[in-house]
């Protein structure tokens, strides 16, 4: 297994440019979640899924949006690039053990974009 | 939503002590308390977990403990060596039906000193 897979690993844009972020499991996980990270600030959840169709904001998700058409694929969308989302953006993926007592997230190697 | 306190921001020892690092929580609904480790240019990995019906819970040279009464939880490394200088990350989870939300702390940067 590949795990989580993340294209690209760096990425640099113009203020307002859009992109997508990819991100990819081949764990058959449920969840899947996008986090930034920022000097001092820890790990920021951006969106996250439930499934396949199903989606919901976490504490940052102005400026991005998401969607889940498949259980492998969860890509992050930048809808007009500001130098604020200068970050490094982590996808991770995760389980529910049948004893609903885990939830260990599977993370990316991580992309790192710059807005100029 | 929760809010998750992270202490101390840096923590620097001597090799062979030992180092603790303190969360607290807001939601008394969180029932899921995982520890990551975070080495430089890498990715964050899972090092322990504790769930919200356990007291305290170890794997060799860690610990975690959890004080529901209080909303705090706590990670304990003894022996420390060189290899477990990283930045630390606590954080809980709300769970419940078609709900998942995982908030982290700040981070902790430990420094193990040869």
């Known amino acids: 297994n590949a795990g989580v897979t993340q294209t690209p690993k760096f990425q640099v844009l113009k203020t307002g440019q859009s992109m997508t972020l990819q991100c990819a499991q081949d764990m058959n996980h449920e969840y899947m979640s996008w986090y930034r990270q920022d000097p001092g600030m820890g790990l920021r959840l951006i969106h996250y899924s439930v499934g396949a169709g199903i989606t919901d904001q976490g504490e940052v998700p102005n400026g991005y949006n998401v969607s889940r058409s498949t259980t492998e694929d969860f890509p992050l969308r930048l809808l007009s690039a500001a130098p604020s989302q200068t970050s490094v953006y982590f996808c991770?993926?995760?389980?529910?053990?049948?004893?609903?007592?885990?939830?260990?997230?599977?993370f990316g190697p991580g992309t790192r974009l710059t807005v100029t | 939503g929760e809010n998750v306190e992270q202490h101390p921001s840096t923590l620097s020892v001597q090799e062979g002590d030992s180092a603790v690092i303190k969360c607290t929580y807001s939601?008394?609904?969180?029932?899921?308390f995982p520890w990551y480790k975070q080495e430089l240019g890498k990715r964050p990995q899972l090092i322990i977990d504790?769930?919200?019906?356990?007291g305290e819970k170890k794997d060799q040279r860690i610990a975690v403990t959890l004080n529901k009464t209080a909303k705090h939880f706590s990670l304990h490394i003894t022996e420390t060596q060189p290899e477990d200088s990283a930045v630390y990350f606590c954080?809980?989870?709300?769970?419940?039906?078609?709900?998942?939300?995982?908030?982290f702390g700040k981070g902790t940067k430990l420094s193990v000193i040869p």
């Open positions: 504790i769930r919200s019906n356990v």
């Open positions: 954080a809980a989870i709300r769970s419940g039906a078609g709900s998942y939300q995982l908030t």
């Open positions: 991770a993926s995760s389980y529910r053990t049948p004893s609903q007592a885990s939830y260990e997230q599977y």
């Open positions: 939601d008394s609904a969180s029932n899921y």
